[in-house]
């Protein structure tokens, strides 16, 4: 009855999913606006330390969505929005070692980009919050995943945890690892993940525009560039038929 209760609330949950990361950002934007600091300690050199433990956080969780998703059968582990979907079961690689990657990979990434905002309270109420959140997606998955693909799904279940990854047992990968796919699925995360790291240090300034210059400032604008450029490959086509 509990596992039924949990798919329910996660199917609801999963229409929304995308939505997440930019409800982060926002929150971690508005609260170093609010607070101009870059860490929750009165020391400089320890706030500036946080500061680089947050993004290698944030990072961490964009590369586990880098290799899960370069890896990934075609089929699966997509960003279908209706309802759960798998052409076959993902056994192999980062797969191997936990039955959802992408999603721990969505808690690292989100916990890291909260940890942004200079805030340990919101990096640690993100956590357990997308903890929360994708334990009933994923619950809702498995409910699909097993109906269809039966005892090669227990089989699996059995020896691969949900969502707290295994550090045994790595199967190499099925197939190999395909960087245009993987470009596809994962460029706006890793966007997001720099336009998170610009919009908290912005707000630090008050939005002050005399600061929007520098190096870093250029790098930024130039990944604009590229996000427009492969917006507009996707658009004629380019990665369509790696769904």
Same mark, same amino acid.
């Given at each position: 009855?509990?596992?039924?209760?949990?798919?329910? /609330?996660?199917?609801?949950?999963?229409?929304?999913?995308?939505?997440?990361?930019? !409800?982060?950002?926002?929150? /971690? +934007?508005?609260?170093? #606006?609010?607070?101009?600091?870059?860490?929750?300690?009165?020391?400089?050199? &320890?706030?500036?330390?946080?500061?680089?433990?947050?993004?290698?956080?944030? =990072?961490?969780?964009?590369?586990?969505?880098?290799? !899960?998703?370069?890896?990934?059968?075609?089929? +699966?582990?997509?960003?279908?929005?209706?309802?759960?979907?798998?052409?076959?079961?993902?056994?192999?690689?980062?797969? =191997?070692?936990? &039955?959802?990657?992408?999603?721990?990979?969505?808690?690292?990434?989100? !916990?890291?980009?909260?940890?942004? /905002?200079? =805030?340990?309270?919101?990096g640690a109420l993100?956590?357990?919050?997308?903890?929360?959140?994708?334990?009933?997606?994923? !619950?809702?998955?498995?409910?699909?995943?097993?109906?269809?693909?039966?005892?090669?799904? =227990?089989?699996?279940?059995?020896?691969?945890? /949900?969502?707290?990854?295994?550090?045994?047992g790595w199967v190499?990968?099925?197939y190999p690892f #395909?960087?245009?796919?993987?470009? #596809?699925?994962?460029?706006?995360?890793?966007?997001?993940?720099?336009?998170?790291?610009?919009?908290?240090?912005?707000?630090?300034?008050?939005?002050?525009?005399?600061?929007?210059?520098?190096?870093?400032?250029?790098?930024?604008?130039?990944?604009?560039?590229?996000?427009?450029?492969?917006?507009?490959?996707?658009?004629?086509?380019?990665?369509?038929?790696?769904?």
């Amino acid at each position: 009855m509990y596992q039924h209760e949990l798919a329910r /609330s996660g199917k609801r949950l999963f229409f929304i999913r995308g939505t997440y990361i930019y !409800t982060v950002i926002a929150i /971690s +934007t508005l609260i170093a #606006w609010c607070s101009k600091d870059l860490g929750p300690f009165a020391d400089a050199a &320890r706030d500036c330390a946080w500061f680089w433990v947050s993004l290698g956080v944030a =990072s961490a969780g964009a590369l586990i969505r880098v290799f !899960t998703s370069g890896w990934a059968a075609l089929g +699966t582990s997509g960003r279908a929005k209706v309802a759960a979907e798998a052409s076959e079961l993902n056994t192999t690689g980062p797969y =191997s070692l936990v &039955r959802n990657p992408l999603y721990v990979g969505r808690i690292v990434n989100f !916990t890291g980009l909260a940890m942004l /905002s200079g =805030s340990w309270v919101f990096g640690a109420l993100v956590f357990l919050i997308a903890v929360l959140i994708y334990e009933r997606i994923s !619950t809702y998955e498995e409910e699909f995943l097993a109906e269809k693909f039966g005892a090669e799904h =227990s089989e699996w279940a059995k020896n691969v945890p /949900s969502l707290m990854p295994r550090f045994h047992g790595w199967v190499s990968p099925k197939y190999p690892f #395909w960087w245009k796919r993987m470009i #596809w699925r994962e460029q706006n995360k890793l966007f997001l993940l720099a336009t998170a790291v610009f919009l908290t240090w912005f707000a630090r300034s008050g939005f002050d525009m005399s600061v929007l210059t520098g190096p870093w400032v250029q790098a930024y604008a130039a990944l604009v560039v590229v996000r427009f450029i492969i917006g507009g490959l996707k658009m004629i086509g380019f990665f369509k038929e790696l769904s």
